[in-house]
Each structure stands twice: as structure tokens, then as C-alpha cells.
């Protein structure tokens, strides 16, 4: 009994981790209203990058007639990253980075034929109903959904962890999703345990997410989805630290979570992933939040995939001290760069900022040595130490130190009262690791192709010393034998020969 | 003979003795030797490994590995342009040696470039395959010749032996993969959305 309640308790305590922040989460005013649908704009703009390194090439050309759900662009090899018509209309331009599509407003659907449901729930033919959705993980790393549930599938993964815990500031399209669609995600995530061959599943949320709970405990019912509450801190929501603080397991860095037998899949993929399992809908529509002082009426919407960022903040009424976009959280995400941004598959939340809640940095000091950012590190590292090693750009003490460990959550930048942008070493510190081991890589390359090449003219060049000796010796031999009376007879002949022809001259 | 001819434990004994004496003092002579061959031998790996291998024997030596070679030997160790001064620096480094600034007799440190044919006016003579190191051109004989931009080194030993001059060096495309973050500069906003330090998780 005592053991029964001990259980209870600690099921009842709050997953958590190490360190951590809590920056205010400025969540509240996107909350008020529901997920909005979205007028079709004039026009798309639909990136073809965006899909890890990867780039997809498109197969319409310019002034072609589409039709909504129709495939408009893929990879040259890897039939899982497709890109499908969000609605009907004409390709008006193709770039080197997107297509821009002109919207029809008649959202006129391909034939039913080619959309193709999932016929058996077999986790083989699920997996192939998400490749042809084109799904990838929407929560911003944008891995392939397809992909990775093969990975799991092959690694016989124990685990799947549903991530809804939205940690960063500003962003609550997962906690929206919830409120309105817990049965969605649910069923999607019980596809996901199908399709992934996990024998258990966790929806991991953020216990102050009140709303989203509720919804969920709702429609949980004899599901095998458990629910998982997560303490509200940052970053709660990175995959490595959700699987340390749900499952207690840890994912070194070389590895991937499949290999501790943990996949981890975002709320928004699992809706996706229901909607191409039921209706056989590819993903061509996301939720994503718009938010930020500037704005007057801050919303979620479903937002079709390749929307002009321009188009949502006039829906939104956007005031005219905005200063930039931020793609992503205000804490992960990065300024938009683009001339014309759009909503690719990963984005989640769009911020505009003002010069109030996103003011200029105070000036870098010296290092005090405080410790605030190790207390902060949420997977345990020392950033004052890595922050001395990367500005002496010590490499080897920076992998002892465990760089590469490093989430980049930028946790250690934020509690730090010497403003030092500490997360930007770290960053230009992994990349030159990187960069120099591509390098050696390709000089050990090289390396090898002129040894191959000096071998080989090795060869050559024996092969042509033994040709010629060889020859040598048929010269040799097909000569006459050679003795020193038949050279005498020889010279004495060609003696004869002048001395005759001397006599014919004085003749 | 020895003097102990009537002892003949004692003259055993002595002749065992002196040639252990021999058999040890060679063994450790022929391990001093192997030791040393050895260090000199993964010293040369060391060193090897730093260079850039493009092979195109701008420092005088004909190739990476002999000027490697050379450099365990006490060759200076500034003479190598495409590594440029982090060569330089990485070999100081690993050999104890002041870090010198490229020997300018040996030319000019320059972005890492990759050589492209003419194709037009190639005439298919096939010495430029044979100058390459690294096989990174493709042709035949009274064919165009092209060059595999990915294993191509930059080397520059192409270009002498083309009898038309249809060989250009020209810099390395910039990809994506090239972008690098922009060094650490104190930056607006990113990291500072909430500045209350009171907010402090713990």
C-alpha cells in the first residue's frame, strides 16, 4: 500500500530537469481567441529549402494550371520530402528557392483517385501514407516524419513521447491544438505508436497549460496514450532534455533518440499525420501563431504552407513600431532574412518586435565567473569554461568539455548579467569543429586518389620496363649468332669489297 | 683456445654469458633502431596529416608526403600556400617551432579554387589527365576533356601542360553548407525578450 502511494506521488510530481529558465511567456493575448481559419491570399510563396540540407526540385513549370493537394515539387532521391499545392491556382514564377502560386480562389481539388488513405492499419502501410503526405516534423527541426518513424521502426523502439510542452516565449500553436483538437492528436499519435511499434506513448505538456490538460484528460479515455505533465520551465520542450526528464534516459550525442529506444514526435506532426491517415489529406496547412507586442489582436491560425508572412500580421493589424520578424521562438528563433518571408512546414510562431520588449543589448563585459550559467545549463555543461576554450579556439578541450552536448538553447546567454552572447561562441565553435573535420575528411580523400594515382603509374611505368627488356631480348635473339671468326670473315669481305672498288677508281 | 680448458662448467658458463651478452646487446640495439624508425616514420604521419594534400607541389617537393618527409627532417615549415597560416599555425603547434609567415617565394595563400575547362576549345590531348594528381579529370584521346569539380584540388598542374590554355582556376562555388554564423557580436533582442533577472529558475 505505502509502495502504491509512493507511485501516486511521484506520478503526481511534475517531470523535470536540471537547471533551466523561466522567461515570462507572453502566451495569454495569442490565447484569447480560437485558431482562426484564413482567408486564401493572392498569392503563395512556397520554399523548396527549409527540409535539413536537403532541396527539393520543382516538377511543374512556370504557367502551369494546379490543382489543390497536386505534387508540385520533391526530392531528387528521397520520395518522403514532397511538397504539395496548398490550393489551386497558377504557377506564376519559379525561383531558385521557391514557387510562387498564384491563388485560383476556387480551391479546386485533384481527382480523388490519386489521394490515397491508408487502406490496413499496418504499420508498413501507415509509414507509406505518411511518406506520400509529405509530413515532416513540425515543430522546427523538420526531420521526415516517414524517415524517422523507419528509423524507430527498425531500432524497436519502447517509447513514443508526444511534444507538446512549448517552453519558449511566445509560441502556443501546440497548446491551441490541444484546446480544440486533443481527439485529433490522440488518434494520431495512437498511428504514430502504430506505425513506430512503440508499446506506450506519452503526451508530454507543460503543467501550467491549464486548457490544453483538461482537453486532453477529456478525450484520453481507455486510449494507451498517457498523459505527462512537464514543469513549466525553458527548455522543457528540446527533445533530448524531454526524453531526460520523462524517461530519465540519456541520448549521447553521437547517437540518435531511436537508439535508447525513444521517439519523439511533435503534437502538431500527430494532427498531420491523423489527417493523412483518415482523409488522405497530404500536409499542405499548419498552425502557427502570430504574435508580438506590435500587433493589435495577436491569433493562431491554419495558416496554408507558403502564406506571405505580410498577409498574417494585416489580418492581425500590424502597429507601425514593429521593428523585425523573428521565425521561431523569441529565445530559438531567428530574424527573418528574406525579402519576402513565408510560412515554410517548420515555421511555428512568428514574432514581430518592438524596440520595448526586444531592446538593444547592453554592452558585453568581462566574465565574472558567477556560475549563473552553469546552473542554467540545462544538459549539464560548463559554459564559462567552453566560452574560454572557444575564444582560445582549443578544439580538443572543447570536445572534452562537451560541446557538442550543447543544445544551443541559449539558457547561459540569458541569466548571464555580463550580456556575453555566449550561445554565438558556441555556435562558431561547433561549426569550426565541424569545418575542420570535413576538411581533413576531404584531404584524407585526396590523399588516397594520389596514392592510387602513383600506383598506378608505378605500374605503367614497370609494365613498359619489362616490355622494353622483353623486346631487348627478342632483338637478341633474332640476330645472327655471333662468333669472332665470322666477324673476320666479315671484315676481311668488306676489306676486299674497298680495296676493289679503289682498284675500279685508279682504273 | 680459452685458459679454462680443464674447467669445462666454467667455460660453459663464460661462453653462455658473452653471448647473451651479445644476443641482449643486439636485441636492444635493433629495438633503439625500429623505435627510432617508428617515430620518425608516425612523425611523418603526424605532419602529413596537417597538410592539405592538394598535392600540388608548390613548396618544392613533389607531393605532401615528401615534404612531410622533409619537415620531420627540419625543413621549415612556412612553405605550403594553400594551407595558408592555420597550416602553419597547427604545425607550429604540433612541432614545438616558431610560427613563421609564409615564404612568399613559394607564392601567395589563396581561397581554396577549383579548375574548369574550356570544353569548346579543348582538343583532346589528354596531358592534362596525365598531370593530374588526383584523377579528377575525365576525357579521352580526341574527346573533350572535363574536370569532376568535387575531387579537383585546386592544384594548379593542369594548367602548364595544356597546349591550347583552355584551363581556367577559378574559386570555389559558395554553398549553403558554406554559411557560417556570424561571429559573436553582443546582438539585439534574441536572448533578452524577458530581462528581469528576478525570473531566475532556481
Known sequence: ?507 | MLPLTDQPLATGLVWALALGCLFWTTRRFWRWLNLERQQQRSLVDLVNRELPQTQCGQCGFAGCRPYARAIAQGEAINKCPPGGEQTIARLSELLQELAEPLDPGHGQSQPPLVAVIREAECIGCTKCIQACPVDAILGGLKFMHTVIAAECTGCDLCVEPCPVDCIDLVPLRQTPRQWRTPAPVAQAGLSATATTSEQRAW
Open chain 1, 1 to 507: 500500500m505505502i509502495r502504491n502511494l509512493i507511485q501516486r506521488i511521484s506520478a503526481l510530481r511534475h517531470a523535470s530537469f536540471k537547471g533551466g529558465i523561466r522567461p515570462a511567456p507572453h502566451k495569454q493575448r495569442t490565447l484569447v481567441s480560437r485558431i482562426m481559419p484564413m482567408p486564401l491570399p493572392e498569392y503563395l510563396l512556397l520554399s523548396l529549402s527549409g527540409y535539413k540540407e536537403e532541396h527539393l526540385s520543382p516538377v511543374v513549370k512556370e504557367g502551369d494550371q494546379v490543382f489543390k493537394f497536386q505534387i508540385i515539387a520533391q526530392h531528387h532521391s528521397r520520395k518522403e520530402l514532397l511538397l504539395h499545392a496548398p490550393t489551386s491556382g497558377t504557377i506564376e514564377q519559379i525561383g531558385t528557392n521557391h514557387i510562387r502560386l498564384t491563388c485560383d480562389g476556387q480551391d479546386t481539388e485533384v481527382s480523388q483517385q490519386s489521394q490515397q488513405k491508408a487502406k490496413m492499419h499496418s504499420p508498413a502501410s501507415l509509414i507509406d501514407c505518411i511518406a506520400k503526405a509529405g509530413i515532416i516534423g513540425l515543430g522546427g527541426a523538420g526531420f521526415s516524419t516517414a524517415a524517422k518513424l523507419r528509423l524507430a521502426a527498425r531500432a524497436e523502439v519502447e517509447t513514443l513521447i508526444i511534444n507538446a510542452a512549448e517552453c519558449e516565449p511566445y509560441i502556443c500553436c501546440d497548446e491551441a491544438l490541444l484546446r480544440e483538437k486533443a481527439q485529433e492528436v490522440i488518434r494520431g499519435a495512437e498511428y504514430l505508436m502504430l506505425a513506430s511499434g512503440a508499446r506506450s506513448c506519452l503526451i508530454a505538456i507543460e503543467s501550467d497549460k491549464t486548457d490544453a490538460i483538461a482537453a486532453v484528460r477529456k478525450c484520453l479515455g481507455d486510449s494507451p496514450v498517457q498523459l505527462k505533465l512537464l514543469a513549466s520551465k525553458y527548455p522543457a520542450g528540446d527533445e533530448r532534455v524531454i526524453i531526460k526528464s520523462t524517461t530519465g534516459k540519456e541520448v549521447p550525442d553521437q547517437l540518435r533518440p531511436a537508439d535508447v529506444g525513444i521517439v519523439v514526435q511533435n503534437a502538431g506532426t500527430a494532427r498531420a499525420v491523423f489527417e493523412a491517415v483518415t482523409f488522405g489529406q497530404p500536409c499542405i496547412s499548419r498552425v502557427v501563431t502570430v504574435a508580438g507586442s506590435p500587433l493589435q489582436t495577436p491569433k493562431n491560425f491554419y495558416a496554408l504552407i507558403g502564406t506571405p508572412l505580410s498577409h498574417l500580421f494585416e489580418l492581425c493589424g500590424l502597429a507601425d513600431n514593429a521593428k523585425h520578424i523573428i521565425l521561431g521562438g523569441a529565445l530559438m528563433g531567428r530574424y527573418a532574412e528574406e525579402e519576402q518571408p513565408s510560412v515554410k512546414k517548420t515555421t511555428n510562431c512568428i514574432v514581430a518586435t518592438d524596440s520595448e520588449n526586444f531592446p538593444q543589448p547592453m554592452p558585453e563585459r568581462a566574465c565574472i565567473r558567477c556560475g549563473y550559467c552553469a546552473e542554467a545549463c540545462p544538459v549539464g555543461l560548463l559554459p564559462q569554461q567552453l566560452l574560454h576554450f572557444s575564444r582560445l579556439q582549443d578544439q580538443q578541450e572543447l570536445r572534452d568539455h562537451g560541446l557538442m552536448n550543447c543544445i544551443e538553447c541559449g539558457a547561459c546567454a540569458y541569466v548571464c548579467p555580463s550580456n556575453i552572447p555566449l550561445v554565438q561562441h558556441y555556435r562558431c565553435s561547433k561549426e569550426d569543429i565541424h569545418l575542420l573535420e570535413r576538411n581533413q575528411a576531404q584531404s584524407q580523400h585526396w590523399q588516397a586518389r594520389y596514392q592510387h594515382y602513383q600506383y598506378r603509374q608505378k605500374k605503367l611505368a614497370d609494365a613498359n620496363n619489362r616490355k622494353k627488356t622483353r623486346a631487348k631480348a627478342a632483338d637478341l635473339a633474332a640476330a645472327p649468332d655471333f662468333s669472332r671468326a665470322s666477324a673476320k670473315m666479315e671484315v676481311a669481305a668488306a676489306v676486299a669489297r674497298v680495296k676493289a672498288k679503289k682498284q675500279r677508281e685508279n682504273d
